[in-house]
């Protein structure tokens, strides 16, 4: 059994708020008395995508577990690779891969510069591709980005989500290994599907949405403030495949 923690919009600035609640969920993971497989961030890691956000960030993050991340819509590609990562600072897609003993997870870059919708570019799609080829056969795959590829049924959301999915869509269809989508963007735990694939979408930290139905529609209204951060749990039944998830509310 493998268990994978995944949280999403932490949105670290320079007011405590964010960092608070950021810190109370990473607290949180680090005190399991077991080791998790993975903790995944899928996106808007900084809130303005500057270099103290990332250095915040990276002190926040640091944990026993392996933490992998990859950028939103609100991150800046060279200070994530820079600061954040620790790497040499480019403008190229950030797409990260990690095997583990049963499973592997491809973190794929769905940010545009500059705008609030997502896309995979074909350099995003090409190295996926090879990831996917180059997997073990049996080995179940999840891949993660930020932007979901599909409509929530939140309007402010579903204006900026992943656009082009078509061509993600075809790619999973020649690797049945492809096990599921993982995403933030959203700040709203959804579980949905694509491309025939669960799709699991990660609570935001740093707020939450309310849906349509529970706001007026005037834009001060579109998020709490107050309900506490939280976490998603998912649970890979490595001798069936099947995938399981849990979702955890951390007091902040």
Same mark, same amino acid.
């Given at each position: ?6 949280l ?12 608070? $609640? ?35 960030? $990276?002190?926040l ?5 392996? #933490? ?20 040499p600072?480019?403008?190229?897609? #950030? ?18 510069p500059?705008k ?13 591709e090879?990831v996917?080829?180059?997997? $073990?056969?049996?080995?179940? #795959? ?29 790619l ?5 290994d ?63 495949g ?5 979702? $955890?509310?951390?007091?902040?």
């Open positions: 059994m493998a268990v994978i923690a995944h999403s919009d932490i949105h670290i600035d320079a007011e405590p708020r964010s960092l608070d $609640r950021a810190r109370a969920v990473m607290d949180y993971l680090n005190a399991l008395p077991a080791d998790l497989d993975a903790v995944v961030v899928t996106g808007d890691i900084a809130d303005h995508g500057l270099p103290d956000e990332y250095e915040r960030a $990276r002190e993050l640091r944990s026993r577990h392996p #933490v992998l991340t990859c950028p939103g819509n609100h991150d800046e590609r060279a200070a994530f690779r820079e600061f954040l990562l620790g790497l600072g480019s403008t190229a897609p #950030v797409n990260q891969v990690h095997h583990a003993d049963g499973f592997t997870l491809a973190l794929c870059d769905s940010s545009v500059g609030g919708e997502g896309f995979l570019g074909d350099e995003t799609l090409e190295w996926l090879d996917l080829t180059r997997s $073990r056969v049996g080995i179940p #795959v999840l891949v993660g980005f930020h932007h979901p590829p599909v409509p929530l049924h939140t309007p402010y959301v579903d204006g900026i989500r992943q656009f082009g999915e078509d061509r993600l869509a075809a999973a269809d020649r690797h049945p492809l096990l599921a989508f993982l995403c933030g963007h959203a700040h709203t735990p959804a579980a949905t599907t694509f491309a025939g694939r669960p799709l699991l979408v990660a609570p935001g930290v740093v707020s939450t949405l309310r849906l349509p139905w529970e706001h007026q529609d005037h834009p001060a209204h579109h998020v709490h403030l107050d309900l506490p951060p939280a976490v998603a749990f998912h649970v890979l039944d490595e001798p069936t099947r995938l399981t998830t849990h979702y $955890r509310t951390v007091p902040c």
